[in-house]
């Protein structure tokens, strides 16, 4: 603690000489000493528990179905919560049609053609000589 005091025994609140009289300085320190004692032990007890619990696991069961009349191919939620999902396959299909491709048509024309033919042409000519009657059919 810091003490002053004004020598001339003025007013303590006018400006004069201070003179320290005293100052007092605290020491603290620490010391260690034994003030008793503590044992500390662990003790491990063992006890066998067996118990059934239940619990719910989840397993997927597929089946293979027939596809529905008039199965529109979009995936199902059934009424017991499954799931139908459809499977697709591609079939080839060969169709045969007969089909008229183009039209033949005949028509029947006349035409007048010349052709020069060459040919020997015989007569036979029978000439009678003698007494004959004129003879006339």
Known sequence: MNRTWNGTGEDPDN?????????EELIVDKRE???GSVTARKRVESERYQDVVSREVE????EIAAP?????????????GSISIPLFEERIVVRKELVVRERVVIRKRVTTEEHRIDATLKSEHIQIEGDVEDVTP
């Open 68 to 80: 529905l009349e008039g199965d529109s191919g979009e995936i199902l939620t059934l009424e017991d």
């Open 59 to 62: 397993y997927g069961d597929t």
């Open 33 to 35: 000493f034994v003030s």
């Open 15 to 23: 400006e004069g000489a201070t003179l320290t009289a005293h100052d």
